[in-house]
């Protein structure tokens, strides 16, 4: 087989894979973490619900803060296999970001997405506090 068109057929089944990877970590999204955060991601601050829109990214800045998107309330409740949690937390990252997402965002792994949620923080709204203060002193304002 010509090289070009078997590159050509294994970017076409790449790509397929990751739409279907996506689209399953869409729904996933949908049903565990949109009755919060909204299908838009702008979720609810006066309430409490952070918006995810712009500033998501900046979440990957902090080792604790990278932590904490995988030990969100809706996250931990949502009984998913550590795959489908880290590729939620791929797709909201990837999704919402915007310009706050670093150019070295290396995705979340099933392990990784393993590790944090067995270590869920006693108080996770101290825990958000923390990662907000930490980014502010970085330059980083959430709202």
Do not use: W
């Not at 952070?50 to 998107?69: A, K, T, W």
């Not at 150019?103 to 392990?111: G, H, K, L, M, R």
């Amino acid at each position: 087989m010509n090289r070009a068109i078997l590159t050509l057929c294994l970017a076409t089944v790449s790509a397929s894979v990751i739409a279907q990877d996506d689209g399953r970590a869409r729904i996933d999204y949908l049903l565990h973490c949109s009755g919060c955060h909204g299908q838009d991601g702008v979720g609810n601050p006066e309430n409490g619900i952070p918006n995810l829109v712009d500033q998501i990214g900046h979440f990957q800045r902090l080792p604790e803060g990278r932590e904490f998107v995988v030990q969100v309330p809706g996250m931990l409740s949502a009984g998913l296999p550590d795959d489908r949690a880290a590729a939620v937390a791929n797709y909201m990252t990837r999704r919402y970001s915007g310009n706050s997402l670093p150019a070295d965002f290396v995705p979340y792994t099933a392990e990784e997405a393993r590790k944090a949620r067995v270590s869920r923080p006693a108080d996770i709204m101290a825990k958000r506090y923390a990662i907000y203060q930490k980014l502010l002193t970085m330059g980083f304002v959430i709202k």
